[in-house]
């Protein structure tokens, strides 16, 4: 319990991987000499201090969440305390989850109604094995070789920490969410993450890679081949494409941010751009609700692109001029 079986100050009682990282930039944003001011106070803030100061809010920050296990985990050990719930309870306190990138999982966890967070915050969706483009046969076949190639006493952990499943990684970090052939050490087995951690070529070569999505695809997969055959079209602009499946998508069924993110392969900003967007032009509601201008809108989308002829027929015979006129 928070203040009580520990101290937020306590030390960390093993080697950090990714909290070290994280540590080092919540460092600096807390530190007015960098920062340029002393508004945010440091994690290591004592509980009279927190009264004293009228904290607010409470912020947990990490890298990357894949199942939401430890976010959750951590913030409950706040909620505990008897001062900083009823804090809670009288709306003074409020206390977040910021992850630079979490599966559709974690965040199903994190935004659970009995959680401890009031606003769960990201900059991307993580995929994982069950948002995949694949089809069901092909998840099994990939599920049967992480199970097939590794120990049989860790096949509970073949498909990472909680069965989550990840397929998310940085330079920074390796998360224990991927599957363990990915990242498993022991005799005749040469890892893609050896030691779990990215090697200088494989980031060289890779960057930051993402998986393209194919907006066609998407558009067929929620039953829209019309639109999706006139997606990707010369004449049409990409951020159009991506308005049009983003109204596509909301008329299949209500997807937050994050579902959004995921389903276009863009940061959440981008997708809170769009729905701006459709907002400011009448095409979705503030429920994000498809109005009768965005339904309007979709089947004009839908329609084939118009082939205008002038009727002249071409002649493979010289022209030459007559007059001047």
């Given at each position: 319990?928070?203040?009580?079986?520990?101290?937020?100050?306590?030390?960390?009682?093993?080697?950090?991987?990714?909290?070290?990282?994280?540590?080092?930039?919540?460092?600096?944003?807390?530190?007015?000499?960098?920062?340029?001011?002393?508004?945010?106070?440091?994690?290591?803030?004592?509980?009279?201090?927190?009264?004293d100061k009228r904290c607010r809010s409470i912020v947990v920050i990490t890298?990357?969440?894949?199942?939401?296990?430890?976010?959750?985990?951590?913030?409950?050990?706040?909620?505990?305390?008897?001062?900083?719930?009823?804090?809670?309870?009288?709306?003074?306190?409020?206390?977040?989850?910021?992850?630079?990138?979490?599966?559709?999982?974690?965040?199903?966890?994190?935004?659970?109604?009995?959680?401890?967070?009031?606003?769960?915050?990201?900059?991307?969706?993580?995929?994982?094995?069950?948002?995949?483009?694949?089809?069901?046969?092909?998840?099994?076949?990939?599920?049967?070789?992480?199970?097939?190639?590794?120990?049989?006493?860790?096949?509970?952990?073949?498909?990472?920490?909680?069965?989550?499943?990840?397929?998310?990684?940085?330079?920074?970090?390796?998360?224990?969410?991927?599957?363990?052939?990915?990242?498993?050490?022991?005799?005749?087995?040469?890892?893609?993450?050896?030691r779990r951690t990215v090697p200088p070529d494989l980031f060289m070569e890779?960057?930051?890679?993402?998986?393209?999505?194919?907006?066609?695809?998407?558009?067929?997969?929620?039953?829209?081949?019309?639109?999706?055959?006139?997606?990707?079209?010369?004449?049409?602009?990409?951020?159009?494409?991506?308005?049009?499946?983003?109204?596509?998508?909301?008329?299949?069924?209500?997807?937050?941010?994050?579902?959004?993110?995921?389903?276009?392969?863009?940061?959440?900003?981008?997708?809170?751009?769009?729905?701006?967007?459709?907002?400011?032009?009448?095409?979705?509601?503030?429920?994000?609700?498809?109005?009768?201008?965005?339904?309007?809108?979709?089947?004009?989308?839908?329609?084939?692109?118009?082939?205008?002829?002038?009727?002249?027929?071409?002649?493979?015979?010289?022209?030459?001029?007559?007059?001047?006129?």
């Amino acid at each position: 319990m928070a203040f009580e079986s520990f101290q937020l100050d306590d030390p960390i009682n093993v080697v950090p991987g990714s909290e070290g990282f994280v540590g080092n930039l919540i460092r600096d944003l807390v530190s007015p000499a960098l920062a340029g001011t002393d508004a945010l106070l440091a994690p290591s803030t004592k509980l009279n201090e927190l009264r004293d100061k009228r904290c607010r809010s409470i912020v947990v920050i990490t890298d990357y969440a894949g199942s939401g296990t430890q976010l959750r985990n951590y913030a409950m050990t706040l909620v505990r305390h008897p001062t900083l719930r009823s804090w809670r309870s009288y709306g003074l306190l409020r206390i977040h989850a910021l992850s630079y990138a979490g599966s559709s999982q974690a965040l199903a966890t994190l935004q659970r109604e009995d959680g401890p967070f009031d606003g769960i915050w990201t900059v991307e969706t993580a995929p994982s094995f069950q948002d995949a483009p694949w089809t069901a046969s092909q998840r099994d076949a990939i599920e049967e070789i992480c199970a097939r190639y590794v120990h049989k006493k860790d096949r509970k952990r073949a498909l990472g920490f909680k069965e989550s499943a990840g397929l998310f990684a940085t330079d920074a970090s390796v998360p224990n969410n991927l599957p363990l052939i990915l990242r498993q050490a022991h005799s005749g087995w040469h890892p893609f993450f050896e030691r779990r951690t990215v090697p200088p070529d494989l980031f060289m070569e890779l960057g930051s890679y993402a998986p393209d999505v194919v907006f066609k695809d998407v558009a067929t997969r929620i039953g829209q081949p019309r639109l999706s055959s006139n997606l990707g079209v010369k004449y049409m602009r990409s951020a159009t494409d991506e308005m049009f499946l983003v109204l596509a998508l909301l008329l299949d069924r209500s997807r937050s941010d994050s579902d959004l993110a995921r389903e276009l392969s863009k940061p959440v900003a981008t997708v809170d751009l769009l729905l701006r967007a459709l907002r400011t032009l009448g095409l979705i509601d503030d429920q994000r609700n498809v109005t009768s201008a965005g339904k309007k809108e979709l089947t004009t989308g839908k329609r084939a692109p118009r082939h205008v002829s002038t009727g002249i027929e071409g002649s493979g015979a010289p022209y030459y001029p007559g007059s001047m006129r």
